[in-house]
Nanobody, 119 residues
Framework: QVQLVESGGGLVQPGGSLRLSCAAS????????MGWYRQAPGKQRELVAT???????NYADSVKGRFTSSRDNAKNTVYLQMNSLKPEDTAVYYC?????????????WGQGTQVTVSS
């Protein structure tokens, strides 16, 4: 069974930075994509960033130039560096992994970590 554990959330002032981490345990194979999603109160969960096992990244337009996703495959860990944070970035951030196998794709989610941007 695959488990994802996020850390690094918290309260930060506008313009500040936070770094989220997500560690995966279990068999995640060599072909997968890890991602970050967020859900603000009263809104749908939305994509923030994804990064493949090969290092290809994709970002939501709202975070391009401010957020950077990276991963350490040896540690099965993905990171989200968030700079120039805005109040509208306030949300619960969820880590996600999609594992691609010959038998199909399996998707797992972390429990979420709260990010609050406020003065």
């Amino acid at each position: 069974q695959v488990q994802l554990v996020e850390s690094g959330g918290g309260l930060v002032q506008p313009g500040g930075s936070l770094r989220l981490s997500c560690a995966a345990s279990g068999s995640i194979g060599s072909s997968n994509a890890m991602g970050w999603y967020r859900q603000a109160p009263g809104k749908q969960r939305e994509l923030v960033a994804t990064i493949t096992s090969g290092g290809m990244t994709n970002y939501a337009d709202s975070v391009k130039g401010r957020f950077t996703s990276s991963r350490d495959n040896a540690k099965n860990t993905v990171y989200l560096q968030m700079n120039s944070l805005k109040p509208e970035d306030t949300a619960v951030y969820y880590c996600n992994i999609a594992i691609y196998r010959d038998s199909g794709t399996s998707v797992y989610w972390g429990q979420g970590t709260q990010v609050t941007v406020s003065s």
